[in-house]
Structure formats: C-alpha cells, structure tokens
C-alpha cells in the first residue's frame, strides 16, 4: 500500500507565493480527477475537479493541470495563505468504474508566514 | 461542513468486539462510500453502496460490512476487531454515480486497544 503521514511529500512555502503540488496517477483508464485538502482532524474537502477531456480548469485561486501523456496532475494555488495548510491528495476515477475514488499518496504543504 | 455526518466522531473498544458506524449523506445524495485512512495505508476505498445496493467493494476484509437503508443512511459494521483496524474511517456520499465529486465526513476515529 502506499505510505502517507511520516512519509508524506512536504511542499514549504512562504505565505504569498504560489504552490505547485505534483501528482502521478496510475490509471491511462482514468477520466476523472479531483482534489482534496485535508485538514489536521478533518475529512477530505473537495477544491477542483476535472474531466479528462480537458487540461486545464480554473477556480478560486486554484488551477488544475493534466496531462494525459505522462498521467500527471497539478494543482496550483495562488497566493499561498497560512488557511491552505494541509495535505492535498489527487484521487481518480477509472471510466467505467461505479465512482469509487483511488486516491494518491497525499502532500503536505506548509505555508510560512 | 460538507452536509455529511458521521456518528461517533470517536470510538475506542478492545480487540474482538463489533461496532458500528453510522452515516447520514447529504441530502439527495445516492451514493455512499466508505474509506479507511491509516498512517501506513493512505485513504483506502472500502466500499460502495448506491439506493441501497452494493455497487462497488473495495479492500473490504471479510470481517467488515456494510449496508444502506431505505432512508439512504448507511452503517458500517466492524467485527473482531483487531489492533491494526485502528484508523479513520470516512463516509463520502455523492449525488449520482460516475463523473461527480464525493463529499467527505468528517470521519470516525476507532482506537482498538
């Protein structure tokens, strides 16, 4: 299985930067992607998704690169605040599947004030 | 608040007993998912219930079920527990199954000891 908390990739950055968070997905069957933040304590919170028909999708302060190529996944995070400490996971679902998600390692970022 | 609710938010039990955790999706909401989240393992997909029938099973042990009720409610059942079922356990729900997001809980934290 995969490792995360001890283990987990550590992205530091300072308050007001950008932040690129890297994910490989496993799946070339994959269609779906999606981003989750999580939080010390809490569940997954769901930031952005996208289709696989798509490379790129904008939201608030956040964006969503994919490239289907090399199944890699970005997010990137405008102006980085303390708020956006947490580990971010990228999760896919495989087309034809009923939804369940599969979820990558994670990455913890820490924003420095 | 992702409008998910998990019943307890904590639970500690001794190894070979049976507990069940509860979960209320959003309104609307078909589709019920449970995760697992340990510190060796990551967020791991358990399984997948849609109008009250299973629909996906994931690294689901024998020794743990789970079913949906009429009022779309659903329950996960842990039995003879044992020290490495301690974890996260989440409940994501979301609105129709295939290309939508799941909505997390904030999860039920079991300690067997």
């Known amino acids: 299985g995969e490792s995360v908390g001890l283990h987990l990739p550590t992205l530091s950055v300072q308050e007001g930067d950008n932040s690129i968070i890297n994910c490989a997905y496993s799946?070339?069957?994959?269609?779906?992607f999606i981003w989750y933040k999580q939080e010390s304590g809490k569940g997954p919170q769901f930031i952005i998704d996208i289709r696989s028909n798509m490379d790129k999708r904008q939201g608030q302060r956040v964006t969503v690169l994919l490239n289907k190529t090399v199944k890699h996944l970005s997010l990137q995070i405008a102006a980085t605040q303390p708020g956006d400490s947490a580990v971010y996971f990228c999760?896919?679902?495989?087309?034809?599947?009923?939804?369940?998600?599969?979820f990558g390692k994670g990455t913890k970022l820490s924003v420095k004030p | 608040d992702s409008g998910v609710t998990q019943t307890p938010k904590h639970l500690i039990t001794a190894t070979g007993q049976r507990v069940t955790l509860r979960c209320s999706p959003r309104s609307g909401d078909l589709s019920v998912y449970w995760y697992q989240q340990s510190l060796d393992q990551g967020l791991q997909f358990l399984i997948q219930y849609y109008n009250g029938e299973e629909r996906a099973k994931g690294n689901i042990l024998e020794r743990f079920s789970a079913q949906q009720f009429p009022d779309l409610h659903s329950e996960l059942n842990l039995s003879s527990l044992e020290l490495g079922d301690s974890a996260l356990y989440f409940c994501a729900s979301s609105a129709r199954q295939g290309l939508t997001e799941a909505f997390f809980g904030q999860g039920t934290r079991l300690t067997v000891v």
């Open positions: 799946n070339s069957a994959s269609d779906y």
């Open positions: 999760a896919e679902k495989i087309v034809g599947s009923q939804g369940n998600l599969i």
